[in-house]
């Protein structure tokens, strides 16, 4: 019996070995974004956003698993970007008229304006949106169209 | 405990946990002296670690616990930052005569220099924007606050609570 056992463990795990290598298309999400500035995994299959919209101004978005918006923020003016994004809740930056403030939202729609009196409140000093494209299970591609078009956020899984 | 007391107690502790104040709020912030911060690592203890410059043009090494406390500070001539930072250690850049060399600090304060000659060590060849950042623990995050009125810049920690 326990031959038996220690052979099946080595298929299993031969098998584990030989799956395919692949990257599948979950979902890909358009909406009016013109340009994807900057894409922050939330580790939970979605992602938070800094984007250029089609009509000129810039938002903060929250995508779940599914590609579908459970967050939407209008900036101000501009953004030095996000600094955290979960599952539940992300902060990010907001630069308008000052003082600068950071934002804390959640994904049932409440916002926090964080700011600090006499201070810009920035996540950073450098105007660098840092993107993390990937989690456990798959990552994100910005895909630009190569005639003139607009462009679109997919999410890979690797299966 | 029987079972149906269980369940309530879950129950209780399910509500109390949705109900939870959706809040943020300024635990500390440090720096008396800081022009620049260029890069901030939390050390998953509620601290961090912060590679600035100072108002005299010092690059500057600070190592932060939860309350805002400096473990360990350090005024060098140069630096590229900070390569890690966790509970226990952090490890940073300090730029003299070549070869560069990592400093290496214990949360009690003590430094090894870590040299590997005839190599320059170095965080990132691309500064400061490859330097890497970490503002985020399970608690809260770190930012830096600008001084609208002429002033030094500061650190700040932010809780969610």
Known sequence: ?159 | MNTIHMLVLAAMLAAFANGAAFAVSEAWSYGDDLATVYQILADGAGGCAIFGITTNGQSIIAWLDKKGTALYTKRIASSYGLAAASKKAIVYSSITAPPYVFIHVDNKGAETTITDAPYNLMTSLLFPTGLAQNQVDSKGFFAVKLPIAPGSVKLARFTYK
């Not at chain 1, 979960?86 to 926090?112: C, H, N």
């Open chain 1, 1 to 159: 019996m326990t031959i038996h056992l220690l052979r099946g463990l080595a298929l299993g795990l031969v098998l584990i070995a030989l799956r395919a290598s692949a990257a599948s298309v979950a979902w890909s999400y358009q909406a009016d974004v013109a340009t994807f500035y900057q894409v922050v995994a939330d580790g939970a299959g979605g992602c938070g956003i800094i984007a250029i919209l089609t009509n000129g101004s810039m938002s903060a978005l929250h995508l779940d698993s599914k590609g579908e918006e459970i967050y939407r923020y209008q900036l101000a003016a501009s953004s030095y970007g996000i600094l955290a994004v979960s599952k539940k809740s992300m902060v990010f930056s907001e630069i308008g008229v000052p003082p600068y403030r950071l934002i804390y939202a959640d994904t049932k729609g409440q916002t926090i304006l964080v700011s600090s009196p006499g201070y810009n409140l920035l996540n950073t000093m450098m105007p660098i949106l840092r993107s993390t494209l990937f989690d456990k299970k798959g990552f994100f591609a910005n895909e630009m169209p190569i005639a003139p078009g607009q462009p679109k956020l997919v999410r890979y899984l690797n299966k």
